[in-house]
């Protein structure tokens, strides 16, 4: 197999694109792909700030590492969850990519900030890990990203979790989703920052090749709470179809957002309140994350009184 562009040795063979490439115009070619979606959706500018959400995992640190390559202002966010091993690895990752790029990484640990971690979050309210886990990652982007002044906060969504996410709200005609899956959510003056996914036309498996090829250091394992969860039976279904047909799951996906998408789409007439304990917006008085935050240390506090005084975040 032979580069398409240069007629070397090829390492990967992108039969999507019917095409197979050497490492430079592998890389070349991941470059252009972020390039050309930067700029079809506007995601911003080369004098903008842009904050990247780190996981420690293979997307984020090369969606990371191209911005930078690229020469813009990207600065890391990472949120250290306290998921044990895996919250532990993945920080390590994040800081050492940081380091050796002289790159500006924000370690945010909820412990230390609010007082809990993921495991006290199921263990003292009903929410299933994902659920805590989600609603945290998504209060803390974007506080994070608008109290920094960031134009916007970019995270390392791929062309497989875009299609799988698509493929579930296809299944259950989740339209109130659908309406919001897109590479660009717009950002309001009240609170809410700006979000884009620029890796949407790369794959997981070209995002790995990237890392590899680059030497980049990233966490394989994934979330001990994300075993068995019902994207991965997407993302093997879409698979599975993209195997019998090359091109399918970029298809799904772009057709999707240059034509359905549309369909979907309606303003959205919720009237939004700012947090009385945050000042964060919400449709309701108190935000999910602040009602989530007190319920869960009042009950710590109940049930382990001296672990948990010992714990509480400096603003209690
Ligand atoms: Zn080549
Ligand atoms: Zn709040």
């Excluded at 895996?86 to 609010?114: C, H, M, P």
């Excluded at 709200?169 to 979000?195: D, H, I, M, Y």
């Excluded at 919400?282 to 672990?307: E, N, V, W, Y």
Aim: charged residues 25%; proline residues 3%; hydrophobic residues 35%.
């Amino acid at each position: 197999m032979k580069c398409k562009k240069c007629r070397q040795k090829a390492v990967i063979e992108l039969k999507r694109h019917n095409s197979a490439f050497c490492r430079e115009h592998f890389l070349e070619y991941f470059q252009n792909q972020v390039k050309r979606t930067i700029k079809k959706f506007s995601m911003f500018r080369h004098r903008d700030r842009v904050l990247v959400a780190i996981s420690g995992g293979k997307d984020s640190l090369a969606l990371w590492d191209v911005l930078l390559q690229l020469g813009y202002q990207a600065d890391g966010l990472y949120i250290d969850l306290g998921i044990g091993e895996y919250s532990q690895t993945s920080g390590e990752k994040a800081q050492k990519f940081a380091a050796q790029r002289n790159a500006q990484l924000r370690y945010v640990s909820l412990a230390d900030k609010y007082g809990f971690d993921i495991p006290d979050a199921t263990q003292y309210t009903n929410r299933p890990a994902c659920s805590a886990c989600g609603l945290s990652k998504r209060y803390l982007f974007n506080r994070e990203a608008f109290d920094g002044g960031y134009h916007a906060i970019a995270t390392g969504h791929n062309l497989d979790d875009e299609a799988a996410t698509l493929l579930g709200n296809v299944l259950g005609w989740n339209t109130e989703a659908l309406a919001r899956q897109s590479p660009v959510l717009e950002g309001s003056k009240k609170g809410f920052a700006r979000k884009v996914k620029p890796l949407i036309r790369l794959s997981e498996r070209e995002t790995a090749a990237y890392c590899v090829l680059t030497g980049i250091d990233y966490i394989v394992e994934e979330c001990p709470n994300a075993l068995g969860a019902r994207s991965h039976f997407y993302k093997e279904l879409l698979n599975n179809l993209e195997t019998e047909s090359p091109g399918m799951k970029q298809k799904f996906l772009m057709e999707y957002l240059e034509r359905g998408s549309h369909y979907f789409t309606r303003d959205d007439a919720t009237e939004l309140n700012t947090c009385q304990s945050c000042g964060h917006p919400t449709s309701g008085d108190i935000c999910a994350f602040c009602r989530m935050t007190a319920q869960l240390l009042s009950k710590k506090l109940h049930d382990d009184p001296i672990d948990a005084l010992f714990s509480l975040p400096t603003y209690f």
